[in-house]
């Protein structure tokens, strides 16, 4: 990461100053996070670090963006605690564990690529609704818009139905179309992060916004137009006058971690629509004089957009319930250790 002068530079948020008025502790930004080692910019030097091993044992291991607390000094730096997040994209882990996995902390608008060239709305909706979840603000970029061709208007309108209230560009990181829309949302001080599938130009994108060749790309496959997963880290990056953007590896499985808030705020449309419904509770599948139903009838709600509700409807309920049985479990456990230590100290 180039050299920068201050940690006003790397994003540093005033907030955070009574968290990190320790004794002999520096505040640093994590910029690439690893598996046993992270790197780190404290304002004046980057630093390769490990980190305590308490935070091994626990869920706050830092991520990219995260601010730390540095301890140590002239033999080597080690992160000692994790400052509070602002916000953190965060997506259920992969696989049949019930855990939340961290993407990103601390970003301020993040970019939804959506390449032109295999736009797929279903996704899309996932992703709104992990940013929304975040605390951060997304924009959704139309990659390759020069594939287009002429139908760059029709596709943008075909966005804006699924991102709705979201500001959608279009960007062509290939002959620089819409790339000083993008810069413009990350002036000095604020964080921005791409996500999106494999071969949507994510790095590509993050390169031009750089103006150099900091991060490898790979040419998407001729007969799919998939990508492949070029981006294995997260990497946090200066740009030229002030802001910073994370890219992202493509993430093919994409589990939500989020709550009702979120889906209803992606789905805009249909939450308006249920305050028409009969009935309070209606779940917009059957039910006489639900308004949902009739808007779809009339063609004013695409009847796969409302499929995609319900599908994330459920997953979100199915979470829920599984984030209740491990609370309960853990429950179990702490009162079954607290009896056993209270057995352990009466005997004589």
């Known amino acids: 990461m180039t050299l920068v002068p201050s940690l006003t530079d790397l994003g540093w948020d005033p907030s955070l100053a009574p968290a990190s008025d320790s004794d002999g502790l520096r505040p640093a930004r994590v910029t690439l996070q690893g598996r046993d080692l992270w790197r780190v910019h404290d304002g004046a030097a980057e630093h390769v670090v490990p980190v305590r091993g308490r935070l091994r044992t626990s869920s706050e291991l830092p991520v990219a963006g995260d601010w730390v607390l540095l301890g140590g000094g002239a033999d080597g730096y080690v992160v000692e605690s994790v400052l509070p997040r602002r916000s953190a994209l965060v997506r259920k882990a992969a696989g049949v564990r019930t855990e939340a996995q961290v993407v990103a902390a601390n970003v301020d608008v993040v970019l939804v690529c959506a390449p032109a060239h295999s736009l797929n709305p279903r996704r899309l909706e996932r992703e709104l609704t992990l940013v929304w979840e975040s605390g951060a603000t997304p924009v959704v970029v139309v990659t390759k818009s020069d594939l287009l061709g002429d139908d760059v208007a029709d596709t943008l309108a075909e966005v804006r139905d699924v991102a709705i209230g979201v500001d959608v560009l279009a960007v ?11 810069r413009a949302l990350m002036p000095p001080g604020v964080t921005g992060a791409v996500i999106g599938p494999s071969g949507a130009g994510k790095s590509t994108l993050v390169n031009a916004l750089v103006g150099e060749q900091l991060l490898a790309t790979t040419a998407v496959r001729e007969s799919d137009h998939r990508g492949v997963h070029t981006t294995t880290a997260r990497h946090l990056v200066p740009l030229p006058g002030g802001g910073l953007v994370l890219d992202t590896p493509g993430m093919r499985e994409l589990a939500l971690w989020a709550d009702d808030d979120a889906l209803e705020t992606t789905f805009v449309d249909v939450d308006d629509l249920a305050r028409d419904c009969r009935f309070s509770d209606c779940t917009h599948v059957s039910e006489p004089g639900c308004a949902v139903l009739q808007a779809v009838a009339d063609g004013v709600l ?15 309920a199915h979470l829920a319930r599984k984030q209740d049985v491990l609370l309960r479990n853990e429950e179990r456990k702490r009162w079954a250790r607290m009896t056993r230590e209270a057995r352990s100290r009466s005997k004589p």
């Open 172 to 182: 062509s990181s290939y002959d620089g179309d819409g790339l000083d829309e993008v």
């Open 302 to 316: 695409d009847d796969e957009r409302l499929a995609s509700w319900r599908k994330l409807q459920r997953e979100l």
